[in-house]
């Protein structure tokens, strides 16, 4: 099976290793504002704004099914949580504390978290419709 790195050595312009843990925040919203302009993501990927919520469940969909398969495969606890006021670094002490962890992954912590959310609007034809901040979040 082909490797994360061998299969986008192309796109990739370095690696970050270390030897304690790693902690990534980030959505996928940092990429609608490339190139100052909300609509360049979508238009890369090809997604017409009236797929964009079937779009955004497929890829919600893919991540978590990527979470869980790398719980799966590292023998890992899958903790889900319901509030973003739970510390995800306590929760991670303590399973390494109690498991007696000195390397590698300690869990895999999911958690939706309140975002910025977008709504198409315009009227037809479709062609004319464009994407825009909802401001209901």
Same mark, same amino acid.
């Given at each position: 099976?082909?490797?994360?790195?061998?299969?986008? /050595?192309?796109?990739?312009?370095? #690696?970050?290793?270390?030897?304690? +843990?790693?902690?990534?925040? %980030?959505?996928?919203?940092?990429?609608?504002? *490339?190139?100052? @302009? +909300?609509?360049?993501?979508?238009? *890369?990927?090809?997604? !017409?704004?009236?797929?964009?919520?079937?779009?955004?469940?497929?890829?919600?969909?893919?991540?978590? /099914?990527?979470?869980?398969? !790398?719980? /799966?495969?590292? %023998?890992?606890?899958?903790?889900? !949580?319901?509030?973003?006021?739970?510390?995800?670094?306590?929760?991670? +002490?303590?399973? *390494?504390?109690? =498991?007696?962890?000195? =390397? %590698?992954?300690?869990? #895999?912590?999911?958690? #939706?978290?309140?975002? #910025?959310?977008? /709504?198409?609007?315009?009227?037809?034809?479709?062609?004319? +419709?464009?994407?825009?901040? @909802? @401001?209901?979040?």
């Amino acid at each position: 099976m082909e490797t994360f790195l061998e299969r986008y /050595d192309s796109k990739i312009g370095g #690696v970050i290793s270390t030897f304690d +843990r790693m902690i990534f925040k %980030g959505h996928i919203l940092l990429s609608f504002f *490339q190139k100052g @302009n +909300r609509h360049h993501y979508l238009f *890369q990927e090809k997604v !017409l704004f009236k797929d964009f919520g079937k779009y955004a469940k497929k890829v919600s969909g893919e991540i978590k /099914d990527k979470a869980r398969e !790398l719980s /799966d495969k590292e %023998g890992r606890p899958l903790i889900p !949580l319901d509030s973003s006021r739970i510390s995800k670094e306590d929760i991670a +002490r303590k399973v *390494q504390k109690e =498991e007696g962890i000195k =390397e %590698g992954l300690i869990c #895999v912590i999911t958690m #939706v978290e309140r975002c #910025v959310s977008f /709504d198409t609007k315009g009227t037809p034809p479709i062609s004319k +419709r464009s994407l825009l901040k @909802n @401001n209901s979040s």
